[in-house]
């Protein structure tokens, strides 16, 4: 029996849509970031992830010492965990600081796409042409969201950029999908993973980085971030890949930058424009064929 098969599909079902929640939580970052601009990446970086942390330990605390046991992983498990979410950070960080912002998203959206393709190897995971079809409309209306109507232009000279977004691509996108080999590791488990990334992201900091003071409105947007985006987030998507239906979540996670520009949009942040629109549709027949297709194979 595959893993698959194994789990029933109401479970499954309940599980995607954790994992969804994952995605709709993200789409925040950016309005948040917006408001944390001024500070170096990796002081949010370990202050949002120490927080996250805090939080999720602080919450099996509450439960009882026995809890905290839930902490306990395999190292394989923790490896993973840890490299792909401090990986994925300083890539992402990275590609930042040396190429375009649109080209840079566009680059770093990827990773929906390459999910649904990596999950193709997944023993037990069948790929239908609607989830393909479905996930390929997520990122055309990604492509229309973030050029706005004009052309894109590489230059070789931000190369390094490039290649880092497409190594954060790949890197989120290979964790999503092995996270499932442990699927029997409580999800609860990440807690410590955050922990751990948050410590690595203070390093890297006071290395590399000045220190600032955050304002009083930056620590309530750092707590905000540590509380939803990166801990709750992260939690419910760690449940998601590892007993929802990983195309589908896939699929989905092409709402996460078009949520982020509508929550721009009515913070008066961003300009509309045709494009928007034209994603909004896309993501809307693409997250329906995903549905269908998942629902018809349960």
């Not at 309005?31 to 001024?38: C, G, I, K, V």
């Not at 994925?88 to 375009?100: E, I, M, V």
């Not at 706005?148 to 190369?159: Q, S, T």
Request: net charge positive; hydrophobic share 60%.
């Amino acid at each position: 029996m595959t893993i698959a098969s194994a789990i029933p599909y109401a479970s499954r079902r309940r599980a995607t849509l954790l994992g969804v929640v994952a995605i709709v939580l993200w789409s925040s970052l950016a309005l948040m970031a917006l408001f944390t601009a001024e500070l170096p990446p990796f002081e949010v970086l370990a202050i949002s992830f120490g927080i996250g942390g805090l939080c999720g330990i602080g919450m099996l605390a509450v439960r009882g010492a026995g809890s905290l046991n839930t902490l306990r992983q395999p190292w394989a498990a923790f490896a993973l965990t840890v490299t792909a979410l401090f990986g994925y950070h300083a890539l992402y960080f990275f590609a930042f600081r040396h190429a375009p912002a649109v080209e840079v998203n566009l680059i770093n959206y990827l990773w929906p796409l390459l999910i649904v393709v990596f999950a193709a190897c997944l023993p037990g995971v069948r790929l239908r042409a609607g989830q393909i079809v479905g996930t390929a409309l997520g990122l055309v209306g990604v492509v229309f969201m973030v050029m706005r109507g004009e052309g894109l232009a590489f230059d070789p000279a931000h190369l390094q950029g490039y290649l880092a977004a497409f190594l954060a691509a790949v890197t989120w996108a290979a964790y999503s999908v092995l996270n499932r080999r442990f699927h029997a590791v409580p999800s609860a488990a990440i807690a410590g993973s955050c922990m751990v990334v948050g410590l690595l992201a203070a390093v890297v900091h006071a290395v590399f980085e000045t220190t600032l003071m955050p304002t009083t409105s930056q620590w309530c947007v750092l707590a905000l971030m540590g509380v939803g985006p990166v801990g709750i987030a992260f939690w419910l998507w760690d449940h998601g890949t590892k007993h929802g239906d990983i195309a589908v979540l896939g699929t989905l996670a092409y709402a996460a930058p078009l949520l982020s520009t509508l929550l721009l949009l009515i913070s008066g942040r961003v300009e509309p424009h045709a494009g928007q629109a034209i994603a909004v549709a896309l993501l809307i027949v693409g997250a329906w064929l995903s549905m269908r297709t998942s629902r018809v194979a349960g």
